[in-house]
């Protein structure tokens, strides 16, 4: 039973960084490519990054592009987001989720949430002065 739990939400203002954390278990982890998502109030799920099995190819949205970098650690069986000048915008609950495949720029789209088969509880991210 794959399970993925996120860490690291929290309040920060305007301009601040916070780092999100996803730990997987139940499945071999570098066989997936991974994925951040997130949800605003009202709002649908949208697509933040995604990374492939090796990390070596990342894919962005163009609202956090710049700003934003996903990593992971196969050995630690974890996926990252880095969050740099972070905006009022950028408010909402953060999901990690693995792709049903290993890959970002081939295979099934990234920024699609269908793509992904395995989704974390979520951890909320809050940007404010």
């Known amino acids: 039973q794959v399970q993925l739990v996120e860490s690291g939400g929290g309040l920060v203002q305007p301009g601040g960084s916070l780092r999100l954390s996803c730990v997987a278990s139940g499945s071999t982890f570098s066989n997936y490519a991974m994925g951040w998502f997130r949800q605003a109030p009202g709002k649908e799920r949208e697509f933040v990054a995604a990374?492939?099995?090796?990390?070596?190819?990342?894919n962005y949205a163009d609202s956090v592009k710049g700003r934003f970098t996903i990593s992971r650690d196969n050995a630690k069986n974890t996926v990252y987001l880095q969050m740099n000048s972070l905006k009022p915008a950028d408010t909402a609950v953060y999901y990690c989720?693995?792709?049903?495949?290993?890959?970002?720029?081939?295979?099934?789209?990234?920024?699609?949430?269908?793509?992904?088969?395995?989704w974390g509880q979520g951890t909320q991210v809050t940007v404010s002065s």
């Open positions: 989720a693995q792709k049903s495949d290993k890959y970002v720029f081939i295979g099934l789209s990234p920024s699609s949430p269908s793509s992904y088969s395995h």
């Open positions: 990374s492939s099995w090796s990390g070596t190819n990342t």
